[in-house]
Structures are given as structure tokens and as C-alpha cells.
């Protein structure tokens, strides 16, 4: 029986997060630059896009450039974002015919005013689909994101429009770059690293975790299934007892 006919269909993950690490390391044991790691990188995003399109999966999230990603070298930053315009531009034909949502996360008012336009023209063109919600976090950590929110909440009560005790995780959720997400059921991590790097602390307080060797350029179908495989094996208890 193969990978994708061990998966349980009827219990998929409704969103799976991944944190794409790996390309620069890949890269250079193939005695390339770090560049063509992440134009590598960009393939595995297509593949397991489709994949999780094709499986049913609603929503995938990566996290494709953080804050702290803006301290890399200038040469390589650049290169990042010139990457970033030529693929939106080269997929999102693909994405639409897929039925696939583009979605963003993160401080875009970072970006490079090409990447914005690239990224505004994308959600355009493919905000009616439902088939798959893809979320890229892009100039994105998950302490800028509640920083932004605590202080939206803050202008709120000092306008009168909320009251202290109205103060909920519901209500926090709603100021958060993702509340037109659910929170993710599974969350990925290649390149053998086991750290959260910044990355939805908030959504992912009952996330399952999948930790993987394999470095993101060689993060295909096989891989995604396994992870998938895996997370159905565990028994999602959410603080309560283990099922009977």
C-alpha cells in the first residue's frame, strides 16, 4: 500500500503550517549558492501546494520571509524579493486555474513596493476561489503580529468601541493577521531544526508538531504524506483525557 493510500481522508488536517528551512544548507552540499536553494525551494512550494489541493486540504500557510529574515545579507535579501515577484508572476495563472486563494500574512508595508503590487494583483485575481486557502508570511513574526494587535486593542478601549472585559482569546484572535483562518491542526518544520522560530505562537497552542531531516528543496508529495500519516496516529487530547 503506498503513502498516500494510508491516509485517512475523512480526518485531514484543515490546515497545515509549514516552516520552509533548508534551502541555503541544501544548496551548498550541492556546492551551489544559497540563491539557488531558494529558487529550488520555490518547486517544493508548487508541489506540495498541489498536493494539498489535490487531498483536500482548505488551508496552507508557509512561512516564507520572516522580520529577522530582513538582517540576512543585502545581495541575498534582494535576490529573495526579485524571487518572490518573478514566481507570483509565473504561478498565479496556475494557482487560479486550481482554484487556489492567494493570502497574506505579515507586515507588507515592508516589502518592496514590487512585491506589493505582485501580491495585491494575486489576491485579486484569485480571491473568489475556495478550493485551497495559501497564506504566505511574508515580513511576518508571530511577536510583531500580537505587538500590533495588543496595541489595535488598546486604541479600541481608549475609543470606547470595546470594554476591558470584553477582552477574550475570541476577541484577540479577531486582531490577528490570520482571524480569517482556523488555526492549524498540523504544523511542519524541515531541515532537522526543532524550534518555532517565531511563528504563530499564538494559533498554534494545540498545533501538532512535525519535526523532519529532510531540507525543503527535497520536501515533496512522499514527505507531505508522511507527515499527514503521522499526525493521524496521535490521539489530540487538547488538555483532556486520552480518548477511550
Request: charged share 25%; net charge neutral; aromatic share 8%.
Amino acid at each position: 500500500m503506498s503513502l498516500q493510500q494510508q491516509i485517512d481522508l475523512s480526518r485531514l488536517p484543515q490546515h497545515i503550517a509549514i516552516i520552509m528551512d533548508g534551502n541555503g544548507r541544501w544548496a551548498k552540499a550541492q556546492g551551489k549558492n544559497r540563491v539557488f536553494g531558494h529558487t529550488e525551494g520555490v518547486k517544493s512550494v508548487r508541489r506540495i501546494t498541489e498536493t494539498c489541493a489535490h487531498l483536500g486540504i482548505p488551508y496552507l500557510t508557509l512561512y516564507a520571509f520572516s522580520t529577522e529574515n530582513w538582517g540576512r545579507p543585502p545581495a541575498e535579501v534582494a535576490a529573495l524579493m526579485e524571487l518572490l515577484v518573478s514566481s507570483l508572476r509565473k504561478e498565479i495563472k496556475s494557482l487560479n486555474e486550481q482554484g487556489i486563494r492567494l493570502n497574506t500574512i505579515g507586515d507588507l508595508q515592508a516589502l518592496p513596493p514590487a512585491c506589493v503590487r505582485e501580491l495585491q494583483a494575486g489576491i485579486a485575481t484569485t480571491h473568489q476561489n475556495q478550493r485551497l486557502t495559501l497564506s504566505l508570511a511574508l515580513s511576518y513574526s508571530s511577536r510583531w503580529e500580537i505587538t500590533k494587535a495588543v496595541q489595535q486593542i488598546a486604541r479600541d478601549a481608549l475609543k470606547g468601541k470595546i470594554h476591558p472585559n470584553e477582552i477574550n482569546e475570541q476577541l484577540i484572535s479577531q486582531y490577528l493577521t490570520t482571524h480569517n483562518l482556523p488555526d492549524p491542526e498540523l504544523l511542519i518544520r524541515t531541515s532537522g531544526e526543532q524550534r518555532i522560530s517565531n511563528y504563530l505562537l499564538w494559533q498554534i497552542a494545540y498545533t501538532e508538531l512535525y519535526f523532519t531531516d529532510k531540507y525543503w528543496p527535497e520536501f515533496d508529495e512522499e514527505e507531505l504524506y508522511k507527515a499527514i500519516i503521522d499526525y493521524q496516529q496521535r490521539d489530540r487530547r487538547f488538555g483532556k483525557l486520552a480518548t477511550p
